[in-house]
Structures are given as structure tokens and as C-alpha cells.
């Protein structure tokens, strides 16, 4: 039995309007074998194997064996395909595609502080690349996985960023090479709109998230807090707690995702996680408390008195009201389901 039953038939239920724009359809993704990636080709295989919907995915990824190791279920599947390359130089595949989905970024810290400029070129040229692609195989949906690092640092006093917030990266500081790609791949989207109208860019403008797939050795604290309970503690926050996040479940961010190919208003940004914030340090006991008995957690620095608060913590207003959609899974939930996902051995 797959281990995310629950999870892919909340999202078939929930996105039962969604799926009928999808039969017969053929797909192209990039960044498909990364967090985003998997969650969107094991909903797209769930929802096309209960619909016969007749669909098909081909998937851009650097390493086919990698993620056959990676994912064997999905690289099984025969309406998934899978075509190595780089994103940036890829070789069109032949045909047409009806909808377009360019999730291929690596959010990697390392790579973003070790060489930026590889970071940024590989965004935005991947970006252009993805977009000359749909004009040419004339799809008319794409989805841009964008990143709520557009907005630079958000201010102390702005506790949830919306999307019409005007600020952005500090333009001459390297370390937002990633935040600056992105704001250039919006720009490519709206560029490549008002050249071909009939293609209709989408963007979806990302946060942070927990669920299964989810990376527990890299940069994302939530993940890193699973990995330590997993080892049975202590959970180490390596700062002193008190930036503000807040955490949207994997299965809601796909849902998510499909929603804002399909339904989205072109060329406008949906901002893309939970609007329920918490700091770092109350991430990391909510994650404690999730274990029995609750494990201990480190918190390496004191806070500064008067040091004004970090967030990053989107406003989902847009998303709620134009296209309907919600949080379903509150943390606590979030957390527990991606700790029975790992401790199943997943797939």
C-alpha cells in the first residue's frame, strides 16, 4: 500500500474539478525529481490512474538512475517519462504539450553562498529556456515555481507579505542571487506573455513546507528538527529561535500548485504557504512534542533584547479569495504525518 493514500486522495477529492482540464493531456516538468517535483508526479500518477484521464508527464531531470534510486514507485509508472539534461540547455522534446511546469531551481543555501552567480544564471536561463520551450510546443499553461525570496528581507513590521508588497532584494549583495533569479523569472513570464498572448504564464510564489520528500539534511530548519527527533534528539536550533516562519503541508502545497496552473490569472503571483505563523523556536518544540515522549530541544543563543523581529510569512489572502483555497492540515498534523512517513521507510 502506498504510504501517502491519505494524502493523494485528499488531494483527488479536493481537486476532482481540477483533473478533467488534465484528460488526454500532455505535460512537461521540470524539477520533477526534487520536493515539489515528487509531490506534484505522485498526485498527477494518482489522480491519472483513478480517472483514466489518458494524461502524460515527461520529466527533465540531471540523473534518471539517481532517481529511480530515489523514487522507484514513480519511475515505474509508464505514463512518466523521463528525459536527462540540464535545465538551461535541454533538448526540446518533439511534439506538443498542452501545460508546462518549471519547478527546477535548487534552492540550495550552499550552492547560493558558494557560487551565486552559477545560481543565478542556471534560473534564469533555465527560466527562458522552460519558456521558449512552451511557446514552441505551443502549450498554453505554464507554471512558474517562483519563491517568496523576491520580496528581500521582509520588514519587522509587515508579520505576513503580500504580493503587491513593492520591496525586493538588496540588488548588490551576492547572497540574494537566488531571490534576484527569481524576480528575473517573473519577468521572463510577463516578457514572454506579451510576446505570445496565448501562452499564460502562472506563478506561484513559494514559502516554506513539511510532508513527506521533504529534504532532512539541508537548509530547512523544520526538516532538520525531523531528522534530529527521527535520531531521538536533542532538536538543535542553531540561532536563537525567534525568527518567524510559518509551514504549509506537502499535500496542500500540491494541491496548491494545480490550482494556480490551471485557474491562475496570467503573470500574477499567488503567494504560496501557510499564513500561521510561528519562530523557530516553537517550530522546534512543536516537532519535540510530536515524539513520545517529547525529546529535548537546544536552542544555541540567546535572543538580543530590542533586535527587531525576521520573518518570512506570506499573506494568502489572493490565493484564498480568487481561487478558493485553504490550509487543511494544521501543523501538528503536518509534522506527525511526515514522521509516520519516514519512520514506514516511505517508498
Not at 483513478?50 to 509508472?77: D, N
Not at 538588496?170 to 533569479?181: D, F, K, L
Not at 490565493?319 to 490550509?327: C, D, F, H, I, N
Request: charged share 20%; hydrophobic share 40%.
Amino acid at each position: 500500500m502506498n504510504p501517502l493514500t491519505s494524502d493523494l486522495d485528499f488531494v483527488l477529492t479536493q481537486g476532482r474539478s481540477l483533473w478533467e482540464e488534465l484528460r488526454g493531456s500532455r505535460l512537461f516538468i521540470t524539477g520533477g525529481t526534487g520536493f515539489f517535483g515528487c509531490w506534484l508526479l505522485e498526485t498527477f500518477a494518482w489522480a491519472n490512474e483513478k480517472l483514466g484521464l489518458g494524461a502524460s508527464a515527461t520529466v527533465l531531470t540531471r540523473s534518471v538512475e539517481a532517481f529511480q534510486k530515489k523514487a522507484p514507485h514513480l519511475a515505474k509508472i509508464p505514463s512518466i517519462r523521463f528525459q536527462p539534461g540540464d535545465i538551461r540547455t535541454f533538448e526540446f522534446p518533439p511534439g506538443r504539450f498542452s501545460h508546462i511546469i518549471h519547478a527546477a531551481t535548487e534552492a540550495s543555501a550552499k550552492l547560493n553562498e558558494e557560487n551565486p552567480l552559477l545560481m543565478f544564471d542556471t534560473i534564469v536561463e533555465g527560466t527562458r529556456r522552460a519558456l521558449e520551450f512552451a511557446r514552441q510546443c505551443g502549450a498554453q499553461r505554464f507554471l512558474l515555481a517562483s519563491s517568496g525570496a523576491v520580496y528581500g528581507q521582509q520588514p519587522s513590521d509587515i508579520t505576513h507579505v503580500p504580493e503587491d508588497y513593492g520591496g525586493g532584494p538588496n540588488p548588490t549583495e551576492p547572497r540574494w542571487a537566488y531571490g534576484e533569479g527569481k524576480r528575473a523569472a517573473e519577468l521572463l513570464c510577463a516578457l514572454y506573455h506579451k510576446q505570445t498572448p496565448e501562452l499564460k504564464p502562472t506563478i506561484a510564489r513559494c514559502f516554506a513546507f513539511v510532508g513527506p520528500h521533504l529534504p532532512l539534511d539541508m537548509h530547512f530548519a523544520i526538516g532538520n528538527f525531523i531528522r534530529d527527533g527521527l535520531g531521538g534528539g536533542p532538536i538543535e536550533v542553531n540561532g536563537d529561535g525567534t525568527p518567524f516562519r510559518s509551514y504549509l503541508y506537502a499535500a496542500d502545497l500540491a494541491l496548491w500548485l494545480w490550482t494556480i496552473l490551471l485557474k491562475g490569472q496570467s503573470c500574477r503571483p499567488y503567494n504560496v504557504g501557510s499564513d500561521k505563523d510561528l519562530t523557530v523556536a516553537e517550530t522546534a518544540c512543536a516537532v519535540a512534542d510530536a515524539f513520545q515522549p517529547p525529546v529535548e530541544v537546544r536552542i544555541a543563543r540567546q535572543p538580543t533584547p530590542g533586535k527587531p523581529a525576521e520573518r518570512y510569512v506570506p499573506s494568502a489572502k489572493r490565493a484564498q479569495v480568487e481561487l478558493g483555497l485553504k490550509e487543511n492540515f494544521g501543523l501538528s498534523q503536518a509534522i506527525q504525518r511526515t514522521i509516520a512517513w519516514h519512520r514506514e521507510g516511505n517508498l
